[in-house]
């Protein structure tokens, strides 16, 4: 008898045991849920600011060159445009709107001082006048470079230092090795997650509205 009541009491207590755990469970995958939309929807914002920032379709494409001769595009691209950032990291790098949609990936995952740096560099290659020179090598240094700067980038100690000791006469190659690095960085890891995100899917593709206006 006591054994039958001790299985019953056990059976009845079952579920009561679980329920804190599976509570926890759900109010985790809802936190999780909630900051992913929150997340998406900074994403959007971004990309929808960039848009209301370049010029319409009928304006001439307002572009500047990038650091391989291509030109920066800034009007949205077609879904065919934006599947050839596909093709290459380069193919992205060099559409206005490629980068920004990928500045706006790079701060969702929280690593977004790694394109920040890379375009510094490539303004910085660009400076011909030697005291403009010194200083931007400064700032890229006191952001990005610096032991615990605010946004520091990923590189090895002997790469930091060979730029510290660069900076009292910088040459335009002095962040080349860290460039070289950040650079990799994104174009094996982030980049192949970039592609793989449900913004660029959808770039990817038609407005709904047009496939209907075809299948008519």
């Not at 030109?71 to 490629?98: H, I, M, N, T, V």
């Not at 605010?150 to 000791?165: S, Y």
Request: aromatic share 12%; hydrophobic share 30%; net charge positive.
């Amino acid at each position: 008898m006591q054994s039958a009541m001790f299985l019953a009491l056990q059976h009845n207590r079952g579920p009561l045991e679980h329920t804190p755990g599976t509570g926890l469970q759900q109010k985790g995958d809802e936190k999780r849920g909630r900051m992913r939309k929150t997340i998406l929807k900074d994403w959007k914002a971004r990309l929808n600011y960039f848009l209301q920032h370049s010029p319409s379709s009928n304006d001439p494409p307002k572009t500047v060159p990038s650091k391989k001769g291509k030109k920066y595009a800034y009007c949205r691209p077609s879904p065919e445009e934006a599947q050839k950032w596909s093709e290459a990291f380069d193919e992205l790098l060099a559409s206005g709107y490629g980068v920004t949609a990928f500045r706006a990936f790079l701060k969702s995952e929280f690593s977004e001082e790694n394109i920040e740096f890379w375009l510094a560099c490539d303004d910085f290659k660009k400076t011909r006048s030697p005291h403009k020179l010194t200083s931007k090598a400064r700032k890229i240094y006191d952001e990005f470079v610096e032991k615990e700067s605010p946004k520091e980038i990923n590189i090895d100690f002997q790469t930091r230092e060979m730029i510290t000791k660069s900076l009292p006469e910088p040459t335009r190659s002095c962040f080349e090795a860290a460039e070289k690095r950040v650079y990799s960085l994104m174009e094996n890891n982030s980049y192949p997650r970039f592609l793989q995100s449900e913004f660029y899917l959808e770039l990817c593709q038609r407005p709904q509205i047009n496939q209907e206006a075809q299948g008519t």
